[in-house]
């Protein structure tokens, strides 16, 4: 260790010091800001699972035949985020109100939230991993808020549905495709699950043009849904006035766009966006040589978060093994700037853990995702640089490829 770089003598400072009680200490101060968030919403009596009741809200409007999109719907006897979804949801939801009513809809929900929270937290945080394990990612807590895991969005258990769908890729494509296809139903920006197929063991031209077929069918289902519905005008005021006019409150690619005061014409943003995703797709491609098919999955759930241009703070709960994996894949031929970027993740999450203090939380997260995205840039670049040996990818069996080439 004695040549060893600065950033190679930190990490293993950090693997020495995260066992036992050290990694206790570790896990507390980084899920800091997610459990002060939750102990503040219990002691002031805050709103829980606003975001879902947005969902009762237009259920019990829909129910009544009242318009559900819009200021004048607002569920005024419980507190309730604007309904900003596609008609058919609201539509959907309110069978399961008129039975069940508001709280016991609340606790139906409830039912299927905590193990769909419980599911993601562990695929993201937990999951054992190849030369990335649950330590090296636990920095990331720090952008997990209290606020993001009380409010229930509709977002968890879409993402726990793919996730799952994740884990069959190997075996086949179709369940895969269709959840991310039913997930952009309700939220379209979820199609960038897709670039999990683009990172498979499989000749290129086949994986593009099973991204090709996929991609249609979910830009397809998502306007369908959005532009066939009956209540298509009043949606789409809505989400201009409460989604489009407020995108800074993203923490993905279009709320940096507007939070750091780019020009807020759409036709900039949206090139701006497309070079981004192209960068970093190029830039997954070439890590992924490097990790085994498991880690490819876990890698690819965290991008399609970086991806995704409306990104929310309730929707990092897969982030982690984007960055930290990007890291652990140059850690065989190039160490030292394995151990730069790992450290590059672990004080960007310590950053926003300081704002979080300071009550800057939307400048911690914006620049914490940010900072992780290019962090993934990085490691794509290096992992285009020669190796010294072609072996197959650490952890990656004769097994694993007849499998993952199925």
């Known amino acids: 260790m004695s040549n060893a770089s600065a950033p190679e003598r930190f990490y293993a400072w950090w693997r020495a010091h995260t066992t036992k009680w050290g990694a206790g200490a570790f896990f507390f101060l980084f899920a800091i800001p997610a459990l002060s968030g939750l102990i503040g919403r219990l002691t002031k009596q805050s709103a829980w699972l606003n975001d879902w009741n947005a969902v009762v ?233 490097h990790l085994d098919w498991r880690a490819r999955l876990a890698f690819g759930l965290g991008l399609a978060a970086l991806l995704n241009p409306r990104l929310m703070d309730y929707d990092l709960f897969l982030l982690a093994p984007a960055p930290v994996l990007a890291a652990a894949a140059l850690r065989a031929h190039w160490p030292a700037a394995s151990a730069l970027l790992w450290g590059g993740v672990f004080f960007t999450c310590v950053g926003a853990l300081v704002l979080n203090a300071a009550d800057q939380v939307p400048l911690g997260l914006h620049l914490g995702t940010l900072l992780l995205a290019l962090i993934v840039l990085c490691a794509g670049i290096g992992a285009m640089r020669p190796r010294a040996s072609t072996s197959s990818p650490e952890g990656l069996t004769s097994r694993d490829e007849e499998v993952t080439h199925a």
Not at 97 to 106: K, P
Request: charged residues 10%; contains cysteine.
């Open 57 to 289: 809200c237009g259920g019990l409007r829909a129910a009544a035949r009242q318009p559900f999109f819009g200021a004048e719907s607002l569920c005024t006897d419980f507190r309730a985020a604007p309904f900003v979804y596609p008609g058919w949801v609201a539509r959907a939801a309110a069978p399961l109100v008129e039975a069940l009513g508001v709280t016991g809809a609340d606790l139906a929900y409830a039912a299927l939230l905590a193990p769909a929270m419980a599911f993601l937290f562990w695929l993201g945080f937990l999951r054992a991993l190849p030369n990335a394990d649950w330590r090296d990612r636990m920095p990331v807590l720090a952008l997990i808020t209290g606020s993001a895991a009380a409010c229930g969005n509709i977002s968890y258990p879409l993402h726990a549905l793919i996730a799952l769908a994740a884990l069959t890729l190997p075996r086949g494509r179709l369940f895969f495709i269709a959840a991310v296809a039913a997930a952009c139903a309700v939220k379209p920006f979820f199609a960038t699950f897709l670039v999990l197929l683009l990172l498979e063991q499989r000749p290129l031209w086949r994986r593009l043009l099973d991204g090709a077929w996929s991609g249609a069918l979910c830009i397809g289902v998502a306007a369908f849904a959005i532009y066939a519905d009956p209540e298509y005008a009043a949606w789409s005021a809505t989400v201009n006035a409460t989604v489009l006019e407020q995108l800074e409150q993203s923490v993905g690619f279009f709320g940096w766009w507007r939070f750091f005061g780019a020009p807020a014409a759409p036709i900039p943003m949206f090139a701006a966006y497309a070079l981004y995703a192209a960068a970093l797709i190029l830039a997954a491609l070439a890590i992924a040589k």
